[in-house]
């Protein structure tokens, strides 16, 4: 299996089929950086906001997911949770989902625009292998909420997402102040833009990795 980063919340995980799906597409102009024209056969969409859901700069004829679902694409396990984007029920950016997969006998969880710490959510995604994590702030969980939900869940490994990087145009939190809530030695600055992963991860403490754009 393969995790690519495409920048902000987006994603691209691939199958060692070659299945392949894409978490929350971005429109260019409303984020300011560049979102790779991808192909995939599923999209996922966390919620209709335009850096989330911009759909049509993935091509292949993709289904789309964009509310409560179990089912199966292809090899791939897809099912998702209804959550909030704010901390307020909903009440200021409406609701959130979060997009759980099984893929080659591993769990990935896109959190999307989470806003709040939900323990429904947590004991859904418990334990998973690969959780992609939203660390920013102002929209979403900040570090130290995103570092709640690493702490209750207990993933493998941590992928943070939607932080300040250049030529954004979000005035949120860079993934620094994230970072330092952990050892240096559970954290790593990838030189590349793709996690591939064989098996199951086995070290007994979260990883954070910090994946490059890919371009």
């Known amino acids: 299996m393969k995790i690519q980063y495409l920048g902000h919340a987006c994603f691209r995980l691939i199958s060692d089929m070659g299945t392949t799906v894409v978490c929350d597409p971005y429109k260019s102009e409303m ?25 049509e700069n993935v091509s292949g004829s993709p289904a789309v997911l964009d509310c409560e679902v179990q089912c199966c694409a292809d090899d791939i396990e897809v099912c998702s949770i209804e959550t909030y984007h704010d901390e307020v029920k909903g009440a200021k950016r409406g609701k959130n989902l979060v997009f759980c997969f099984v893929i080659d006998g591993l769990k990935v969880v896109h959190l999307g625009d989470i806003g709040c ?9 418990a334990n998973c292998d690969i959780m992609l ?27 943070p997402m939607h932080f300040k990087s ?4 979000f005035e949120i939190d860079s993934v620094n102040k994230f970072l330092s809530l952990f050892s240096k030695q ?6 590349s833009d793709t996690l591939s992963l064989y098996d199951s991860p086995q070290n007994e403490t979260a990883k954070i990795v910090v994946l490059q754009k890919f371009e």
């Open 166 to 169: 250049d030529g954004h145009n």
């Open 133 to 159: 994590l939203p660390v920013g702030g102002v929209f979403t969980v900040d570090a130290l909420g995103a570092k709640q939900y690493v702490d209750a869940v207990k993933p493998k490994i941590v992928i």
């Open 31 to 55: 984020v300011g950086i560049t979102m790779p024209r991808v192909r995939a056969d599923v999209v996922t969409v966390s919620h209709h906001h335009e850096d989330h859901d911009y759909t």
């Open 186 to 191: 559970d954290t790593e600055i990838s030189v």
């Open 117 to 125: 710490f939900d323990l429904n959510v947590v004991k859904h995604i």
